[in-house]
């Protein structure tokens, strides 16, 4: 696609359910990277994929997250068991080296209630 | 801890006012440098950024950054705003040796009075 694609826009779960949220990156993008935005703050990393395999990790707060990049382009973040501070707007990136410009996707707005 | 600090976290101007954000960051070493804009209701986009070479950059709509690698600073600047720049504003900063782990600051919103 012309760029960086997020299902759901929105999405609203109970307390203690399962969420996946997908990240459709710009075709041909190595670099896929995870992000989350509390409102008022800047993006926070999560997680960075270089082709299929997580680069770094070391942004998911606890091991509720978890990412996967089977094929080395569609992006699914699982977040297990969620808990009302996981509400933010997730935001995915996706560029075509490492370290160079990130395009980002317009985010999934996760409430938790 | 490392970290990026954009000092203002709303700014209000007239039309055709200057701007000025300011970016710091407190990473040693080489760095490479953003700012990104986020128009209400849209996704993050690329004003500028800076690898190296001429630490005075030009983007696009106007803005230019001044990389001041004395002061740890990366301020974003434009002569003349227009309404159409009302937006935040996010200063990132890809660490030492670690390009993958862009660090953003808080933001700043910036409000163009018509």
Known sequence: GAGVSQTPSNKVTEKGKYVELRCDPISGHTALYWYRQSLGQGPEFLIYFQGTGAADDSGLPNDRFFAVRPEGSVSTLKIQRTERGDSAVYLCASSPQWGGEAFFGQGTRLTVV | ?114
């Open chain 2, 1 to 114: 801890a490392q970290s990026v600090s954009q000092h203002n976290h709303h700014v209000i101007l007239s039309e055709a006012a200057s701007l000025e954000l300011g970016c710091n960051y407190s990473y040693g070493g080489t760095v490479n440098l953003f700012w990104y804009v986020q128009y209400p209701g849209q996704h993050l986009q690329l004003l500028l950024k800076y690898f190296s070479g001429d630490p005075l950059v030009k983007g696009i709509k106007g803005f230019e950054a001044e990389f001041i690698k004395s002061k740890f600073s990366f301020n974003l600047r434009k002569p003349s705003v227009q309404w159409s720049d009302t937006a935040e504003y996010f200063c990132a900063v890809t660490p030492p040796a670690r390009n993958n782990d862009m660090r953003f600051g808080a933001g700043t919103r910036l409000t163009v009075k018509p």
